[in-house]
């Protein structure tokens, strides 16, 4: 099994629509949660931390459930420039994992006029 | 202003070379990584290090060598063991330690540099 599992997609929305994106990971000691986006032939940029009470950044919101180990993405009113592929990212900082992070496969999303 | 810096934006290998990345950040972070991308795929750590002078193998470190000699810079040399060496490779570094989590872990990557074989 991965340790971070994302459904790779693609996502093709029209504009305006309201997606959602799941991700699973299997170590229950995991300890930071986070997505990032990457475009197409760039690096990954963080996109917003996940926290255990939910949080939301303008039109993301991001929710976590660590007794399913379940993190979601949602992007209401998706934008033209929302279309890239948005990473699962899971830190477990036991023994000397100091910082480092797993990152699930990624999900496409394609948002079209 | 800070950031991260890796050169070439684009690497040409021939068969039997070894060849060096390099990786460069002035944001006065201790620990820095190496990944390695493959279309369609996640990223993969290759090396880390979290203080100068240290540094650990990561989930796939054969075919690579690292070094730390100075805080700011992180090589990655790409050595003619490793066999598929084509890919897009990402360094990353991430803040001090001591500053809580989550911030501590998060990790700011340098725009990549795209590795082909000749």
């Known amino acids: 099994r991965k340790e971070v599992e994302q459904d790779p997609g693609p996502f093709n929305v029209p504009e305006g629509a309201t997606v959602a994106f799941n991700c699973t990971y299997s170590?229950?000691?995991?300890?930071?949660f986070f997505w990032y986006r990457q475009d197409c032939r760039k690096e990954p940029k963080l996109l917003m931390s996940v926290y255990s009470s939910g949080n939301e950044d303008g039109r993301f919101t991001a929710q976590l459930n660590r007794a399913s180990q379940y993190i979601s993405l949602l992007i209401r009113d998706s934008k033209l420039s929302d279309s890239a592929t948005y990473l699962c990212v899971v830190n477990y900082a036991g023994g000397t994992s100091y910082g480092k992070l797993t990152f699930g496969q990624g999900t496409i999303l394609t948002v079209h006029p | 202003d800070g950031g991260i810096t890796q050169s070439p934006k684009y690497l040409f290998r021939k068969e039997g070379q070894n060849v060096t990345l390099s990786c460069e950040q002035n944001l006065n972070h201790d620990a820095m990584y190496w990944y390695r991308q493959d279309p369609g795929q996640g990223l993969r750590l290759i090396y880390y290090s979290q203080i100068v002078n240290d540094f650990q193998k990561g989930d796939i470190a054969e075919g690579y060598s690292v070094s730390r000699e100075k805080k700011e810079s992180f090589p990655l040399t790409v050595t003619s063991a490793q066999k598929n060496p084509t890919a897009f490779y990402l360094c990353a570094s991430s803040i001090e330690r001591g500053t809580p989590s989550p911030a501590k872990n998060i990790q700011y990557f340098g725009a990549g540099t795209r590795l082909s074989v000749l």
């Open positions: 170590n229950s000691a995991s300890q930071s």
